[in-house]
T-cell receptor, first 113, second 115 residues
Framework: AQSVTQLGSHVSVSEGALVLLRCNYS??????LFWYVQYPNQGLQLLLK??????LVKGINGFEAEFKKSETSFHLTKPSAHMSDAAEYFCAVSNFGNEKLTFGTGTRLTIIP | DTEVTQTPKHLVMGMTNKKSLKCEQHMGHRAMYWYKQKAKKPPELMFVYSYEKLSINESVPSRFSPECPNSSLLNLHLHALQPEDSALYLC??????????????FGPGTRLTVL
């Protein structure tokens, strides 16, 4: 079975501050991990994904995430928050040979001007 | 072009109505998905079609009936829905579906309200 846990359903940061959204995974086999962003009344857009290559993954819009096997974590970071980053962020996991993508409960990111 | 389109954007229906949601992609993807997303919740997988065949049904009630007429098109037929079925219905597609490293591309969704 595979699952992800997102710590913090709401995160608020000031504009220009570091963004850190937490995701821990549970998987009996090597996982593939994804971060998606959802803006209000829109579908989901892939930010980045880890597929067992480099452990530090760079994505779109200045986001990056680091896969840490020892901590079973895949936290999402961005050095400097922008107002346009306000959205819902979902961490997701899948396993090789399994089409199913399992999402975490999401973290709503608010940017304070 | 990485676009998945969904129609209609909004749908209001009564419990006795029959309606359909439509999803289309022209990226040559061979796997297509239906998700249901309730407010402030993550998407929940409903169905997966891989190479036009239903490969996953997540124990969805029979009042939801998926159809994949061809590799570019995915429908979700709705009949005798309940108010609790009101949600955002998201369609997604990916290159193959068998390899889970494939990125799933999502459409904007259909906001369904059942009265």
């Amino acid at each position: 079975a595979q699952s992800v846990t997102q710590l913090g359903s709401h995160v608020s940061v000031s504009e220009g501050a570091l963004v850190l959204l937490r995701c821990n995974y549970s998987s009996s086999v090597p996982p593939y991990l994804f971060w998606y962003v959802q803006y209000p009344n829109q579908g989901l857009q892939l930010l980045l994904k880890y597929t067992s290559a480099a452990t530090l993954v760079k994505g779109i819009n200045g986001f990056e995430a680091e896969f840490k096997k020892s901590e079973t974590s895949f936290h999402l970071t961005k050095p400097s928050a922008h107002m346009s980053d306000a959205a819902e962020y979902f961490c997701a996991v899948s396993n090789f040979g399994n089409e199913k993508l399992t999402f975490g409960t999401g973290t709503r990111l608010t940017i304070i001007p | 072009d990485t676009e998945v389109t969904q129609t209609p954007k909004h749908l209001v229906m009564g419990m006795t109505n029959k309606k359909s949601l439509k999803c289309e992609q022209h990226m040559g993807h061979r796997a297509m998905y239906w998700y249901k997303q309730k407010a402030k919740k993550p998407p929940e997988l409903m169905f997966v079609y891989s190479y036009e065949k239903l490969s996953i049904n997540e124990s969805v009630p029979s009042r939801f009936s998926p159809e994949c007429p061809n590799s570019s098109l995915l429908n979700l037929h709705l009949h005798a829905l309940q108010p609790e079925d009101s949600a955002l219905y998201l369609c997604a597609s990916s290159q193959n579906g068998q390899g889970s490293t494939d990125t799933q591309y999502f459409g904007p969704g259909t906001r369904l309200t059942v009265l």
